[in-house]
């Protein structure tokens, strides 16, 4: 039985049994479910005949492999089917490297960072682990009541409005996964520091900070040339700030002044 899911696409999924709770969230109402973007076929049984194994539908061209299991994949990434060899912990792999594909092609990104919705719109939390994007987002949580959509893996896409960022099902060790989209206001690359200092970051300098935390399908030529002019696209029109700062209300304050003033003068920090 195939159940339907939207996280940005339209996912129709077979063997959904093997999914964790958290894709409960982004299951679609069945008057919702339309025709799939990508129709994906996950399995764990193999028969075998005359001594061979056989791996079930493989759509090709293409075949992965992350953990245990083994993934396969159309040339449009549209349909692809998930064999599990022996348990189900590449399955989180797998499946997030099967989207960030096929969203690839489709003006979509999947990056490393954490997302709050605010009444200005969304602000993306950019750093390796540990810098403090959960910890940030947090205070924002604490001090201006604002939604934690995701504290560890972002969607973004490129709309007709805008740029938009989205929840996942993968959040890492955070504990916020939600199901909502949020037009993105700013990005916000963390650094720890003694003092709270806020400047923005202009061309090459954005390219080089935001990079770090995004993921490019690097086995899909095509794809890794999509996402790098959406890429583009996204730095022309989302402003990026390099944010030094303390765990602390005043960078929350500081960071909201900066946004202000700036959509006040209609600066764009890139």
């Known amino acids: 039985m195939f159940i339907t899911y939207t996280i940005l696409s339209r996912l129709s999924v077979s063997g959904a049994k093997y999914l964790w709770p958290e894709w409960d969230r982004f299951r679609s109402a069945p008057h919702e479910a339309g025709e799939a973007d990508l129709t994906i076929h996950i399995q764990a049984h193999r028969p075998v005949k005359y001594g061979l194994e056989l791996m079930g539908e493989q ?9 245990d299991a083994l993934v396969a994949a159309n040339a449009d990434w549209s349909r692809a089917s998930v064999t599990l060899l022996e348990g189900s912990e590449g399955l989180v792999g797998a499946l997030s490297g099967l989207l960030l594909t096929h969203l690839s092609t489709r003006h979509g990104l999947l990056i490393h960072a954490s997302l709050v919705e605010t009444p200005r719109g969304g602000l993306l939390f950019v750093g390796p682990s540990g810098i403090g994007k959960t910890t940030q987002a947090e205070l924002w949580q604490r001090h201006r009541g604002a939604c934690i959509i995701n504290g ?13 960022g989205a929840g996942s099902p993968w959040h890492g060790s955070s504990p916020y996964c939600e199901n909502r989209q949020v037009a993105l206001a700013a990005m916000i690359v963390l650094e720890q520091a003694k003092e709270n200092c806020i400047l923005p970051l202009r061309c090459a300098a954005a390219v080089e900070h935001v990079m770090r935390s995004l993921f490019l399908p690097v086995w899909y030529e095509q794809g890794v040339s999509a996402a790098c002019d959406t890429l583009g696209r996204l730095l022309a029109q989302v402003p990026v700030y390099h944010l030094a700062c303390r765990p602390e209300e005043a960078a929350v304050a500081l ?16």
């Open 152 to 164: 560890d893996m972002v969607l973004l896409q490129e709309t007709a409005q805008g740029f938009v």
């Open 59 to 67: 759509p090709g061209p293409l075949a992965l492999r992350c953990g």
């Open 255 to 270: 960071l909201e002044k900066t946004i202000r003033e700036n959509a006040a003068s209609g600066d764009n920090a890139v």
